[in-house]
């Protein structure tokens, strides 16, 4: 690997802000954004339009098997249709964190990042990026917040999308706290925090301040 690539690994819990931030610092920086979450979430949707469940484990490689993901201009799509908006759902978000345990889901998308990561300089966030798919990311990241604010932002964002209706922030905080310990406990690249990870505690930080943050860490490193 050439000394000038310059990649940034975000890793946290759902709901740190991991996404917005993201997309903000790739932007500022002029690198490419890559949402690996939105990856595990569409295997996620495509796995229960099958009606294949996780302790399927020959189902779920014989779905792999006929499953492309790519992105295209931010969108994702999903054997060629566009899912962006369709696996922002509590239901997609559940089987996305229990199909994730999965090693062969691990590996097909694991292996799709690392190429991502190879051909261009990115910021990708997710649980393992720093600690699996770009272990000698240039700058790593650890984004966390208090569960319960996680969960009013989380609920926020549906009901401004119109997809809160039978949704409670009570709901939401147990979603949250579901998936976090299902993230870390997993026996394949749990949620952890990289050893050479930089941790930023999000909770009453605006977008702005962590951005800022982020960007000076990295021109600091670039230099
Ligand atoms: O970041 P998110 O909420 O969109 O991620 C959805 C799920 O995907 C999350 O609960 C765990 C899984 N995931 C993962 O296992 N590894 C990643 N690198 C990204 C997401």
């Known amino acids: ?7 940034i690994a975000i890793d946290g819990p759902g709901g740190a802000g991991k996404s917005t931030i993201s997309k903000i610092v790739a932007a500022r920086l002029g690198l ?11 295997i996620g949707l495509k796995l229960t339009e099958e009606g294949v469940n996780p302790e399927d484990l020959d189902g779920v490689e014989r779905v792999l098997g006929h499953t492309r993901i ?3 201009d ?14 922002r759902t509590p239901e997609v978000s559940k089987a996305a964190s229990s199909f994730s345990r999965i090693p062969c889901v ?14 261009s300089d990115v910021v990708m966030d997710g649980r393992d990026i720093g600690t699996n798919v770009i272990k ?12 319960m604010v996680r969960a009013q932002r989380r609920f926020r ?8 209706v039978g949704v409670t922030l009570e709901m939401v905080y147990q979603d949250i706290c579901q998936r976090d310990y299902q993230d870390t406990h997993r026996e394949l690249n749990p949620l952890s925090k990289a050893e050479d990870a930089v941790e930023i505690d999000t909770s009453h930080m605006t977008i702005p301040d962590v951005t800022d943050a982020i960007v000076r860490l990295a021109e600091e490193r670039r230099k």
């Open 74 to 87: 931010g969108r994702i799509l999903l054997d060629g249709r566009d899912v962006s908006g369709s696996i």
């Open 70 to 72: 790519e992105f295209s």
């Open 106 to 119: 691990r590996k097909k998308l694991g292996d799709l990042q690392r190429i991502m990561s190879e051909t």
């Open 32 to 42: 490419e954004y890559v949402d690996t979450g939105a990856m595990y979430r569409a």
């Open 136 to 147: 000698d990311a240039e700058l790593k990241i650890f984004l966390t917040a208090d569960p």
């Open 1 to 7: 690997m050439s000394k000038s690539r310059f990649r």
């Open 157 to 164: 964002e549906l009901q401004e999308k119109g997809k809160a």
